[in-house]
């Protein structure tokens, strides 16, 4: 099965840097990589995806890049602010029809320092 | 976007009850609903795909008699921890599967708080 690895554990930065969270995977034939940003004692909400036909998405001060070749993609977030602390999951989906299961990666907490 | 919704949002039960969490898809269909589990600090780990009208998927290591799964609609699917004890104390988390122009898409719940005394 599908195995996501995600680095770093924890990730403290000053307001107004930038954060970088790294993940890999294992299977090759994972196709659709979201990432998820979850607040104390809710659910995960989905910030930003991509699928294996672009190699980079951004979506204001959020961007993911996937590099399929070497089986990793990354969440860039710029310009941070303190509403961007909270833990970040990244995932990866192998899109077979009537097999959509993600596989999670470990997390990230990011903190925003003011 | 879309929305789905838990109930309860938490629930504390002696141990050896049985209780019930309901997901509901409020403003779209879902033939396949996930149920998760997270531990504290911990990851989400999927328990089940339960297909509308059909028996759920267990992952591996899910006790399908502990951890009974009903999709009796397109909008509801509920997760009963049966016989509950403390270790199954956690934050449990259903998802809905939706179509998002071409393509599917998860949408997360808020989230049940287990709590089990």
């Known amino acids: 099965g599908e195995n996501v690895e995600q680095h770093p554990s924890t990730l403290s930065v000053q307001e107004g840097d930038s954060a970088v969270i790294k993940c890999t995977y294992s299977d090759s034939a994972s196709n659709y990589f979201p990432w998820y940003k979850q607040e104390l004692g809710k659910g995960p909400q989905l910030i930003i995806d991509?699928?294996?036909?672009?190699g980079e998405k951004k979506d204001q001060r959020i961007a993911v890049t996937l590099n399929k070749t070497a089986k990793h993609f990354s969440l860039h977030i710029t310009e941070t602010q303190p509403e961007d602390s909270a833990v970040y999951f990244c995932a990866a989906q192998e899109s077979n029809f009537g097999n959509e299961k993600l596989t999670f990666g470990t997390g990230t907490r990011l903190t925003i320092i003011p | 976007g879309a929305v789905v919704s838990q109930h309860p949002s938490w629930v504390i039960c002696k141990s050896g009850t049985s209780v019930k969490i309901e997901c509901r898809s409020l403003?779209?269909?879902?033939?396949?609903m996930f149920w998760y589990r997270q531990f504290p600090k911990q990851s989400l780990m999927l328990m089940a795909t339960?297909?509308?009208?059909?028996?759920?998927?267990?992952e591996q290591g899910v006790e399908k008699d502990k951890f009974l799964i009903n999709h009796a609609s397109l909008t509801l699917s509920t997760l009963t921890v049966t016989s509950a004890h403390p270790e199954d104390s956690s934050f449990y988390i259903c998802s809905a599967l939706g179509l998002v122009g071409r393509v599917d898409e998860q949408f997360f719940g808020p989230g049940t708080r287990l709590t089990v005394l």
């Open positions: 339960s297909n509308e009208g059909s028996k759920a998927t267990y």
């Open positions: 991509i699928r294996s036909n672009v």
């Open positions: 403003d779209f269909q879902a033939t396949t």
